[in-house]
């Protein structure tokens, strides 16, 4: 599990096919590593991977088919940079919210400009996820736990402080950008929970006003 509050900016050093999918080396930049250990878990631009060498300056990490076809992380090239954050142990501060580092999809920045010290960004997300976006709630993008300033359809806006855009990779956003989208897990969960005993039928996927009115919510 992580917070969504990222603690450095890596770099990706190398990308190796491997039967099929793809081994990846991580330059990890001011990240401290001296408490990883191998099968540690770190996110890179929001995706949980896990740790299988150490060679000093960073890690690498097998990802999977499954994994490359719901992120972004196939399409980066060496060079890229990427938001970094180790798993949270019982004593971090949970200073963003409750992330899993299981991307639910790829979303596109539309528009970004200036507003005072901040930056607005517009963003869209898949259709099938735009259910779980809300006014004032929690997203994250590429890692980084961010609030909904508003929403637009599948679209919704974000505000980027100084810090943010200091600290993560959103200072290399422009339209068109592809990012890593993982919605609020407890979103997820209650949708799930208001399913009652249609959740276990083959087939239920999401909520119908049927389903709600089998189970005594309308």
């Known amino acids: 599990m992580f917070t969504g509050i990222i603690q450095a900016v890596g770099e990706i050093?190398?990308?190796?096919?491997?039967?099929?999918d793809l081994r990846l080396r991580i330059n990890t930049g001011k990240l401290d590593l001296a408490d990883v250990v191998l099968g540690d878990s770190i996110a890179a631009n929001g995706v949980?991977?896990?740790?299988?060498?150490?060679?000093?300056?960073?890690y690498w990490a097998d990802v999977s088919v499954e994994t490359l076809n719901f992120t972004t992380l196939g399409g980066l090239k060496?060079?890229?940079r990427v938001n970094l954050e180790k798993a949270l142990t019982p004593a971090s501060r949970l200073g963003g919210h409750i992330?899993?580092?299981?991307?639910?999809?790829?979303?596109?920045?539309?528009?970004?400009?200036?507003?005072?010290?901040?930056?607005?960004f517009v963003?869209?997300?898949?259709?099938?996820?735009?259910?779980?976006?809300?006014?004032?709630g929690s997203i994250t993008v590429d890692g980084t736990s961010l609030?909904?300033?508003?929403?637009?359809?599948?679209?919704?806006?974000?505000?980027?402080?100084?810090?943010?855009m200091a600290e993560t990779v959103f200072g290399d956003y422009k339209p068109g950008?592809?990012?890593?989208?993982?919605?609020?897990?407890i979103a997820r969960y209650l949708e799930r929970l208001m399913q009652g005993d249609a959740a276990?039928?083959?087939?239920?996927?999401?909520?119908?006003?049927?389903?709600?009115?089998e189970n005594g919510y309308t």
């Open 13 to 20: 050093a190398a990308m190796e096919p491997s039967g099929g």
């Open 78 to 80: 060496a060079g890229a």
């Open 123 to 136: 963003l869209r997300a898949p259709d099938d996820l735009a259910r779980y976006i809300a006014h004032k």
């Open 177 to 185: 950008s592809k990012v890593n989208l993982e919605v609020d897990v």
């Open 48 to 58: 949980c991977l896990t740790v299988i060498e150490l060679p000093g300056d960073g």
């Open 99 to 120: 992330v899993s580092g299981h991307v639910d999809g790829v979303g596109e920045v539309v528009s970004r400009h200036e507003d005072a010290r901040s930056v607005r």
């Open 147 to 164: 609030t909904v300033n508003a929403v637009n359809g599948a679209e919704f806006d974000l505000n980027i402080i100084p810090q943010t």
């Open 200 to 213: 276990a039928k083959p087939g239920s996927g999401s909520l119908s006003l049927q389903t709600l009115a």
